[in-house]
């Protein structure tokens, strides 16, 4: 089919527009994701400050946290201690022992979630059913907006949320801080720094903990490793913060780095913002397969009258 | 020489089959068991997964690979309908037929594999949706797809179907085609954007796994490198399809289209692989690909597998249907395997954790697979979906009036659409 100058031109126009339009979106793509400001933890942001070489490992916070948090003991491993191998669906709150294979070192550590102030697991959950308080920043699940997916387990790159792997009605399991008995006034403080002998672990908003630490660090010079509390600004910055003598990669906190893990994805969510680009993109396929189908539609025609066969679209 | 002209029922031949109770008996072995997990829960012996490893087949395979294979109908249908390859129209109702079943069964899968289905239905809210969430764009943007955009189109030879088949419903069925025409560029349109946007956030997904993804894989491009791949595995799928198809039935092939699909195929492996590279090539990580044993070889198979099976095709040697054959598989082959990697082969979950689908899990999984198959196999012997010729369409008329006296199939008067 011949076509005239003028279709020609109004042709290439329609078919530049959608072009132009991402090409626009898309210089503009870098300066949208840096406007995507970076997270700060609330003003009242609680946490928890774990001094591991403090940490004595007589796990009375493991069984003060199933008393708190009304969760069987995990006695599975012989069927009578609270012996849990990791953090699962009974357990919000670990020790572990790291040790070196010949004895020469070691270090308690305990393990719960962080509290991230820009969480992996709610910028994962698909209707919020993992969600952060606003006045606290804890971090708790809400099981009727849950729907069991386990993307939260993918997104922490703590390992903390455990999912119930038994029964028709699963759970998604971790530390929430004691947030429902603190708010029901069943208590003032989380059952694990409650318990601790040794002060390894205590509660309070995160700037007086992180001020804590540093005291610690500059009280003790050479106690603590890389003179570093973990948890400033690794991942984000995370409401519960760790001081440690032996490596942080020993006591499983992985090294990560100040980004959050949420803002690995800030190129994607600047490729939908307005859904500019996809509807561009449509518009334009819209005004290419129109054109293209009014032809296609005329040779079905056209064959018919040939063959005597139904045309098939 | 064959040309493809229309779209011709596979004929005379049974569809019961053994084939197809086999088929069916995997699927109620799998649906059993489906109640049986619904009752139980996910784990013990129903599943291999863990909390390290909270993703197994069901997501990783049934979803994140089987879609990919079912990409044809929005990767072959971008060339043939915007960028006006008319070469490629033949093929379609395959590559529709195809992404239909594979989004179909992958989403039932999804339903199997959450743990907490009955809370799906915020979903219609979307003042509940949490924007930031790669999983959200793909529960919408795939069910929106599978529902609509990708049920409509393949529509058209069911309506087909009532038209010869039931005669006093022929006037219902002849309006909804009508209706269909009138607004099929944005059907088409939309079955296209969708899957782009869905098809990436499959990718996007594993962004979030942080460094626990090998940094072969993981990039700030993954969706995008995710997306390409799901547009050559679905070119490969319906060679693999239209091929099988002259195995099975000794249907012609057209040798134009089969190469236009090949030069599709190939162009798109090429320039994958070449971002791919340049992309873990400004990363500053090629050396990984040498350097970290089990991942290395991991890579460099994928890589094998997919550009050895492109460069096949692009040579003499690949005309030659059996050439042609083993290339598409090989080349599909690596393809399912890296959209596997990310979430399972290339994920160092946790020190000592592994990950190994049990047998329940396995056959569950298998089972809507052959849900897909089965559906495949009634369709294309039922409804005109295999490409074929106007010869062959008339050969198959002759053989129906037979068996059906008083259908009409051919002698058709113009109408304008």
């Not at chain 1, 993109?281 to 397969?289: D, E, K, R, T």
């Not at chain 2, 009752?39 to 879609?67: E, Q, Y």
């Not at chain 2, 236009?260 to 590279?277: A, D, H």
């Not at chain 2, 569950?364 to 897909?372: E, M």
Request: glycine letters at 8%.
């Amino acid at each position: 089919m011949a076509m005239t100058r003028r279709e020609a031109f109004k042709n290439l126009a329609k078919g530049s527009l959608p072009i132009l339009a991402a090409g626009c979106v898309s210089t503009a793509l870098p300066e949208v994701a840096h406007a995507e400001e970076e997270k700060q933890a609330p003003k009242g942001a609680l946490g928890l400050l774990y001094d591991a070489t403090k940490c004595v490992g007589c796990k009375s916070c493991m069984v003060k946290c199933s008393e708190a948090n009304d969760l069987k003991p995990d006695t599975r491993t012989d069927g009578i201690h609270q012996a849990p191998p990791a953090l699962n669906y009974f357990t919000k709150n670990i020790i572990k022992l790291y040790r070196t294979a010949d004895g020469s070192d070691h270090s308690y550590f305990k393990q719960q979630c962080m509290h991230c102030i820009d969480p992996g697991c709610m910028n994962a959950c698909m209707f919020g059913g993992l969600r952060k308080d606003e006045e606290t920043g804890v971090v708790w699940w809400l099981g009727s907006k849950c729907v069991g997916c386990r993307y939260c387990e993918i997104a922490c790159p703590f390992h903390i949320p455990a999912f119930q792997w038994d029964g028709f009605n699963p759970k998604i399991v971790k530390c929430e801080l004691c947030r429902e008995p603190i708010a029901k006034g069943l208590r003032t403080q989380p059952g694990c720094t409650e318990v601790c002998p040794t002060q390894a672990v205590i509660y309070g908003k995160r700037e007086d903990l992180l001020k804590e630490a540093k005291s610690r660090i500059a009280a003790n010079p050479g106690r603590y490793y890389q003179q570093k509390v973990y948890g400033e600004h690794d991942g984000g910055g995370t409401q519960v913060l760790y001081l440690s003598r032996v490596g942080f990669d020993k006591i499983g906190l992985p090294e990560l780095s100040e980004e959050s893990i949420p803002s690995g994805l800030k190129y994607s969510h600047a490729v939908y913002k307005w859904l500019a680009l996809p509807i561009a993109l449509y518009a334009g396929m819209v005004a290419f397969a129109g054109k293209n189908f009014k032809a296609h539609s005329h040779h079905l025609v056209e064959d018919q009258k040939k063959t005597g066969l139904r045309p098939q679209l | 020489m064959t040309r493809w002209e229309r779209s011709v029922p596979v004929y005379g031949v049974p569809v019961l089959t053994r084939g197809f109770w086999a088929l069916l008996a995997l699927i109620v072995v799998g649906l059993v068991l489906t109640a049986i997990r619904e009752v139980v829960g996910i784990g013990g012996v129903m599943s291999g997964m863990s909390d390290p490893f909270a993703w197994g087949l069901w997501k990783t395979f049934n979803v994140m690979v089987l879609t990919g294979l079912g990409s044809g109908g929005f990767a072959v249908g971008i060339a043939a309908w915007v960028f006006n390859n008319k070469k490629l129209h033949p093929v379609m109702r395959v590559a529709l037929l195809t992404s239909c079943l594979a989004y179909w069964t992958g989403l039932c899968m999804l339903g199997v594999d959450v743990g907490r289905p009955w809370n799906f239905y915020w979903v219609v809210m979307p003042w509940t949706w949490n924007l930031h969430s790669p999983l959200l764009e793909i529960a919408v943007c795939m069910s929106l797809y599978a529902s609509v955009p990708l049920f409509l189109e393949n529509l058209p030879p069911l309506f087909e179907y009532i038209i010869y088949e039931y005669p006093q419903w022929r006037g219902i069925a002849e309006f909804c085609e009508k209706a269909m025409a009138k607004v099929f560029p944005f059907i088409v349109a939309l079955a296209y954007i969708l899957p782009i946007m869905h098809q990436s956030s499959l990718g996007a997904l594993m962004i979030l796994g942080g460094n626990r993804v090998h940094t072969l894989w993981q990039t700030p491009f993954l969706p995008l490198i995710y997306v390409w791949a799901a547009a050559f595995l679905g070119y490969n799928c319906v060679v693999l399809c239209v091929l099988l198809a002259k195995l099975a039935w000794k249907r012609d092939v057209d040798p134009v289209v089969m190469l236009e699909l090949n030069k599709l195929t190939v162009w798109i492996v090429y320039s994958w692989t070449g971002f791919r590279f340049l992309d873990i090539l400004v990363r500053g990580k090629i050396l990984h690909a040498f350097t970290d044993g089990y991942y290395s070889l991991l890579f460099w198979t994928e890589t094998a597998l997919i550009l050895g099976s492109a460069y096949v095709l692009s040579t003499e040697k690949g005309k030659k249907l059996s050439t042609m054959f083993l290339a598409h598989a090989l080349c599909a082959l690596g393809g399912m395997i890296y959209r596997f990697s990310p979430t399972t082969l290339a994920f160092h979950a946790k020190d000592g954790a592994t990950y190994f689908p049990s047998a329940v899990e396995l056959i569950i999984s298998l089972s809507f697979v052959s849900i897909a198959v089965l559906g495949y196999l009634v369709a294309v012997k039922k409804l005109a979906i295999l490409p074929g010729t106007n010869a062959e369409w008339l050969k198959m008329a002759e053989y129906e009036e037979q068996v059906k006296p008083g259908i009409q199939l051919t002698g058709y008067a113009p109408v304008e659409h």
